[in-house]
Each structure stands twice: as structure tokens, then as C-alpha cells.
């Protein structure tokens, strides 16, 4: 079983998962109300040790295409506050211990908060030719409801092989 990074924005904590199981909570900094941290789930795409700013602290662990990133910081008092342009920043020695642990691809899921929401789903694979559209049809709810329980960023990028929660 794979690593997992999932990050709580309103506990302002990350969680990481060594072999599906709990390894280590710790605090983090995030996105500020007009520069939120981006909800839903992504992955590593990208890894600096040092990076060259030194705002970024000593490790960068890159998730979104727009330069979203779990990183350190040059402001350890700022660690646990809504204070970023959307990154996840964390104490340099946080970092540094999942750093090494984490590759890319490791899945980094935000939520805004631990609430389960009370919806029933099954678990469905999207086949090559499928769209939101068609899915909505075929199990008879919306696309709205198919991208609000999968937290879609995307609407228009669903990709064969990937597995959609489909409301009931």
C-alpha cells in the first residue's frame, strides 16, 4: 500500500500515511481566504530538495500544475494560521521527515474539514468513451452531484482507469 498525504485545511493539519496506516499529524500554514488551498485530491507531481527560493524553506513537494505546493518556511510563527497563497507550508523538520518518504505520484487529498458527508455511493471506473454527461444519465443523477462527492477540479478531465464515487 502506497504513502498518503491528507490535509485537513479547517484542523490546519496534515496527515501522513506510511503503508495505509497513520504515521505522524502535524501542524501546517495554509491558504488565505482570498488564496485558498485547493480542495480535492492530487498527487506529487514535482520534488526540490533546496529549493532556490528561501521562502519555500528546505523541501518542496509540488501538487497542482499552478504551483501548489507542500513546503517548509522562513516563518515557523506563521505555522498554523490561513496565511499562504495556497500552499501548505510546514515546519522545515516536518518536511524534511516526509520528504524522503513521499514520490511522485504519492496522493495528496485536502478537505476543508473532517465531516462525512451522509451520501451513499458505489465506487465506479470510468471506461474509455465515458463522460460526465453520460455517466450522469446512465445512473440517473446529475453532474453536479457525480462532481461534488469526487471534490472534480476538472469537470472536463475524467480519464479511462479512474475510479469515480457514483451517488446511489
Given at each position: 500500500m502506497a504513502n498518503k498525504i491528507l490535509i485537513?485545511?479547517?484542523q490546519k493539519q496534515l496527515h501522513f500515511y506510511n503503508n495505509g496506516q497513520l504515521d505522524r499529524s502535524f501542524s501546517v500554514a495554509v491558504g488565505k481566504?482570498?488564496?485558498p488551498t485547493p480542495t480535492g485530491n492530487f498527487s506529487i507531481i514535482n520534488k526540490i530538495k533546496n529549493p532556490y527560493n528561501p521562502t519555500l524553506g528546505t523541501r518542496w513537494l509540488q501538487f497542482t500544475s499552478r504551483m501548489h505546493g507542500i513546503h517548509g518556511t522562513n516563518q515557523p510563527h506563521l505555522i498554523g494560521q490561513a496565511v499562504s497563497?495556497?500552499?501548505v507550508r510546514m515546519y522545515?523538520?516536518?518536511v524534511e521527515y516526509i520528504f524522503p518518504q513521499v514520490s511522485i505520484g504519492t496522493t495528496v487529498q485536502i478537505k476543508t474539514t473532517t465531516a462525512q458527508e451522509n451520501v451513499e455511493y458505489f465506487i465506479y471506473t470510468v471506461q474509455v468513451n465515458d463522460s460526465?454527461?453520460?455517466l450522469a444519465r446512465k445512473f440517473e443523477t446529475t453532474i453536479a452531484n457525480i462532481i461534488k462527492i469526487n471534490?472534480?477540479?476538472n469537470k472536463n478531465l475524467i480519464y479511462p482507469?479512474?475510479?469515480l464515487k457514483i451517488p446511489l
Open positions: 485537513i485545511l479547517e481566504q482570498n488564496t497563497k495556497g500552499c522545515n523538520r516536518d460526465l454527461y453520460h471534490n472534480l477540479e482507469g479512474q475510479q
